[in-house]
């Protein structure tokens, strides 16, 4: 039984599992984005990004610490400097995992883009547009056509088109004529009442 076993050993031995995680967690500091299984993704977060949150702190001693575990320069320089200034602010959640429609050829496994959060420029763009539209003061009453400020649209037809357009018909329509009504008194049937209709 699996009582209480939390870790994906990714059928691999500890040191190819722990090399492996290791050359992940580099490649995702220098280019900031991977893809690959969603098994290996869920362990590299678990992976990097403790190295994240002591890359917030550049001592002697958080560098060594996450030098033993990645052994490449390049990619602490990178953390320390580039990263740790993006992140600063941010309480946790470094990364994020998108799942990819389009499984593995061979073995039909789940493919998903690990990246890091603050380096998607595309989504960081479409949240600042969204909080600036929201900050120029567009409400929804006015997107669905409510109060528009004067000059802001055309008002007639004529201005749209630049030609002359005629009115459009007016139906007129009756009201229903009114249709005769029962007068029906306390302890009289209908049957009674229309007897007495007719016999008045």
Request: with cysteine; aromatic share 2%.
């Amino acid at each position: 039984m699996r009582h209480g076993r939390k870790i994906n050993h990714l059928g691999r031995t500890t040191a190819h599992r722990h090399a492996m995680l290791s050359n992940m967690a580099s490649s995702l500091i220098l280019h900031k984005r991977l893809t690959t299984t969603v098994a290996k993704a869920k362990a590299l977060r678990k992976y990097v990004e403790p190295m994240l949150t002591k890359s917030k702190e550049d001592t002697t001693h958080s560098r060594r610490m996450v030098f033993a575990a990645l052994q490449d320069k390049e990619s602490i320089k990178e953390l320390f400097g580039n990263i740790s200034g993006k992140i600063a602010n941010r309480p946790g959640g470094y990364t994020r995992i998108l799942k990819l429609s389009d499984t593995r050829l061979g073995d039909n496994a789940e493919m998903c883009i690990i990246e890091l959060v603050d380096f998607n420029e595309t989504l960081i763009e479409s949240k600042q547009a969204a909080a600036d539209k929201a900050a120029a003061g567009t409400t929804r009453r006015s997107r669905r056509g409510g109060k528009k400020a004067a000059g802001d649209a055309p008002t007639s037809a004529t201005e749209v088109t630049g030609e002359a357009v005629a009115p459009a018909a007016v139906v007129e329509q009756s009201a229903p004529a009114d249709t005769a009504t029962e007068t029906v008194k306390d302890g009289e049937s209908r049957e009674e009442a229309k007897a007495d209709e007719a016999g008045a």
